[in-house]
């Protein structure tokens, strides 16, 4: 027997010695030392035979892309099968390293030419997003009558600001199965049982969190007040949602001056209208659309914004206006508004509007088309009203003019206004062309008063083709 032993232990201390000797041989081999793998090799059941490293992993990325895996339900029924995955897999260092760490099926492969057999995790570096959609869209992860998870919260859209309670959902986390999916295709494992309740998510807010309860508390006191903007016909408030957001989080009711600053740029983005595009149908029927000028409100940011930090920190319910630093005629609006002096340059007309109603109407004779002195077209008003003055300009050909008018209502920042011009005898008309003015709108001396006197400085002026 005992013969037998020694017998033994020398036979499997030979094996070992040769396997060390090959593996040792091996190791120096020009084909260890190769970026190919030798014939008969296997990897994750896939032949990569005589491919080199990249070509194995092109192989193995298409291969398993290719492959199904199917969900089963509780009683072992097929609820998906998923294909396409469309992923890229971190698999080049495993390649590389597969000889090395195998090195003794390897060296026995060399010499004797059995199977080289090689597995490892095909681990996902990114996936598609046409097939997570295609996962997450599943019916068995959408069911009809299946509810959302939702946490405890505050409902700050009712007076009292009551806590509505959690409710503990029916509908399955499909992010969450998503990556256990993935899981599952790393490890090649292609059945995956499903189990819907393991990926009910849980509220982690239950109406009976305490620091639910102190927040509504903080709701009551605070949020109740009452912001009311006043902007023409329209009105709006700012809600307790809004609210809270413009107080600081430590719940001192104090507001945050940096929230504060945001919402009033987000006014003035909203309402700020000089200069904007405003659309009205003229007395002939046409719909004219004009953008640009001077004319309309611009909220005043920074003494807005000092207001407003001021009314929060009150508590004090308010209704105002926005502090403007540019205020149209009248009330507030976006749209022209019904009084306003329509400078129709296509049809060489002046028409005044007042409360909706023709006012007054006649012919001008705007800025030349052919020196390029053209009128400006845009929204303006009327920035002043002066008797009995000189207007001084170039003449374009080097020369100076100086010319004296009883009535002067200025519109632009640049020169240009409505004044009477004795020293034409026609109106209207295709004068303007080749023989109209410097960009000022000249009227009929019989008829200039008139506008003048009716109108006022902040006046609306819309200037258009």
């Given at each position: ?7 033994v ?9 040769i396997i ?15 970026d ?12 990569c035979s ?18 199904h895996?199917?969900?089963?339900g509780?009683l ?11 992923c890229?897999y ?41 097939f ?9 992860l ?60 849980v ?9 639910l309860?102190?927040?509504q ?16 016909e ?6 307790a949602?809004q609210?809270?957001?413009?107080m ?12 504060v600053?945001?919402?009033v ?9 000089i ?24 909220i ?9 930090v ?17 205020k149209?005629?009248?009330e507030y609006?976006?749209a022209?508004?019904?009084t306003?002096i ?50 001084k ?38 004068i303007?062309?080749y ?10 001396p ?5 506008l ?6 902040g ?7």
């Open positions: 027997m005992k013969k037998i032993i020694i017998t232990l020398i036979i499997i201390l030979a094996i070992m010695a060390g000797y090959a593996t040792f041989a091996y190791s120096k081999s020009d084909d260890y030392k190769s190919r793998f030798p014939d008969n090799t296997q990897i994750n059941g896939v032949d005589g491919l080199t490293y990249d070509q194995a992993g092109e192989k193995l990325t298409e291969k398993w892309n290719a492959k895996i199917v969900i089963t509780p072992s029924d097929d609820l998906a099968n998923f294909t396409g995955f469309g890229t971190k698999i080049e260092k495993s390649l590389k390293n597969a000889k090395k760490h195998g090195i003794v099926l390897a060296a026995m492969n060399h010499f004797i030419k059995t199977p080289l057999i090689v597995h490892f995790p095909m681990t996902v570096d990114k996936y598609s997003e046409e997570r959609q295609n996962v997450l869209s599943s019916e068995f959408n069911k009809k009558n299946a509810k959302e998870s939702r946490n405890a919260y505050v409902d700050l859209s009712k007076p009292n600001f009551p806590i509505v309670p959690e409710i503990h959902g029916t509908k399955p986390d499909g992010e969450a199965f998503f990556k256990d999916l993935l899981k599952h295709i790393e490890g090649g494992e292609f059945r995956f049982a499903f189990e819907e309740k393991d990926y009910y998510t509220p982690e807010i239950t109406s009976d969190n305490e620091e309860k102190e927040y508390k903080y709701c009551k006191k605070y949020l109740k007040q009452k912001i009311t903007y006043s902007l023409g329209e009105t709006f408030t700012i809600t949602e609210l809270d957001k413009l600081k989080d430590d719940r001192s009711g104090k507001a945050d001056e940096t929230a600053g945001e919402y740029v987000s006014l003035a983005e909203k309402y700020d209208n200069g904007a595009e405003r659309n009205f149908t003229s007395l002939s029927g046409r719909e004219i659309s004009v953008a640009g000028g001077t004319y309309g409100w611009e005043n940011q920074d003494e807005e914004k000092a207001q407003l001021k009314d929060i920190n009150s508590h004090k319910d308010v209704t105002r206006e926005p502090v403007f630093s540019e149209g005629y009248g609006s976006r022209l508004g019904d306003y329509d400078v129709d340059i296509s049809y060489q007309t002046v028409k005044f509007y007042i409360k909706g109603e023709l006012y007054f109407s006649a012919n001008c004779v705007t800025g030349c088309r052919a020196t390029g002195t053209t009128t400006d077209i845009g929204t303006y008003y009327i920035l002043n009203k002066v008797r009995n003055v000189v207007l300009g170039d003449n374009g050909d080097g020369t100076k003019y100086e010319s004296p008018v009883k009535y002067w209502l200025g519109v632009t920042w640049t020169g240009q206004g409505f004044h009477d011009a004795d020293w034409r005898g026609a109106f209207g008309g295709s303007w062309v023989n109209g003015s410097h960009g000022c709108i000249n009227m009929p019989s008829r200039m008063p008139e003048y006197n009716a109108a006022e400085v006046m609306p002026v819309v200037m258009h083709y």
